[in-house]
């Protein structure tokens, strides 16, 4: 009943740029948190950023400082703005939802995911 639609990926040479959105949308009745994973080949899905709740931001050591993650509360999106990439960001980004239902329950629900490559 609740659906993610990201968008934003692509082919980006370092030090370039990409902006990730991911849209909520159904039968939603609050929206807890939203983030950001990523998965590369062989490794671990990891935590990119993420807004845990109202009033605080996560951030991965390895983003810190290139990597901006924003809400629009009004629309029920999270962005990814992304900056100075390298070619170590390459992978698929997952968006990440927490929302409670027109039901009465929460859960978690993810996007399809978005291959982001950085490369020459």
């Known amino acids: 009943q609740v659906q993610l639609v990201e968008s934003g990926g692509g082919l980006v040479q370092p030090g370039g740029s990409l902006r990730l959105s991911c849209a909520a949308s159904?039968?939603?009745?609050?929206?807890?948190?939203m983030g950001w994973y990523r998965q590369a080949p062989g490794k671990q899905r990891e935590l990119v950023a993420a807004i845990p709740s109202a009033d605080r931001i996560n951030y991965a050591d390895s983003v810190k400082g290139r990597f901006t993650i924003s809400r629009d509360n009004a629309k029920n999106t999270v962005y990814l703005q992304m900056n100075s990439l390298k070619p170590e960001d390459t992978a698929v980004y997952y968006c990440n939802v927490v929302a409670r239902s027109r039901a009465g329950y929460s859960a978690s629900y993810w996007g399809q995911g978005t291959q982001v490559t950085v490369s020459s």
């Open positions: 159904g039968s939603i009745f609050s929206i807890n948190a």
